[in-house]
């Protein structure tokens, strides 16, 4: 009796591992299980198991994790930033500045039309 619990175990176990495994075709613009005529059999998409998908799970708290901690350090930088970048030699306060020179009258400006052509 229990070696026929065993062929049944992995009875039960094989068949399990090739449901996901089914063939889709592609008839037109549409995909589906039954085989058409001028279908073309693709390959099913992977299904990914609860193992995969805890390994994810658990990667993308990881990434969050990080992610939240690399804000953390990026605002820390920010607050601790200078204002503002001072770019040139510093002028002493008591130092007085020139003058602007005064403004000069513009020039008049005369339009002239092309020179007349010469006769030859």
Same mark, same amino acid.
């Given at each position: 009796?229990?070696?026929?619990?065993? *062929? *049944?175990?992995?009875?039960? /176990? %094989?068949?399990? =591992?090739?449901? &996901? !495994?089914?063939?889709?075709?592609?008839? /037109?613009?549409?995909? &589906? #299980?039954? $085989?058409?005529? &001028?279908?073309?059999?693709?390959?099913? $998409?992977? *299904?990914?198991?609860?193992?995969?998908?805890?390994?994810?799970?658990?990667?993308?708290?990881?990434?969050?994790?990080?992610?939240?901690?690399?804000?953390? !350090?990026? %605002?820390?930088?920010?607050?601790?930033?200078?204002?503002?970048? *001072?770019? /040139?030699?510093?002028?002493? =306060? #008591?130092?007085?500045?020139?003058?602007?020179?005064? %403004?000069?009258?513009?020039?008049?400006?005369?339009?002239? /039309?092309? !020179?007349?052509?010469?006769?030859?």
């Amino acid at each position: 009796m229990r070696h026929w619990n065993r *062929v *049944v175990a992995a009875a039960t /176990g %094989l068949a399990a =591992a090739t449901a &996901g !495994a089914q063939a889709v075709y592609r008839c /037109g613009n549409s995909y &589906g #299980s039954q $085989p058409c005529e &001028g279908g073309t059999a693709i390959a099913a $998409p992977h *299904v990914p198991s609860r193992q995969e998908g805890a390994q994810a799970a658990s990667a993308a708290k990881v990434d969050a994790q990080r992610a939240q901690a690399l804000e953390q !350090a990026r %605002l820390v930088r920010e607050k601790n930033a200078p204002k503002a970048i *001072v770019m /040139g030699p510093k002028q002493a =306060a #008591s130092a007085k500045a020139k003058p602007a020179p005064p %403004l000069r009258k513009p020039e008049t400006f005369k339009a002239a /039309g092309p !020179a007349p052509a010469k006769k030859p």
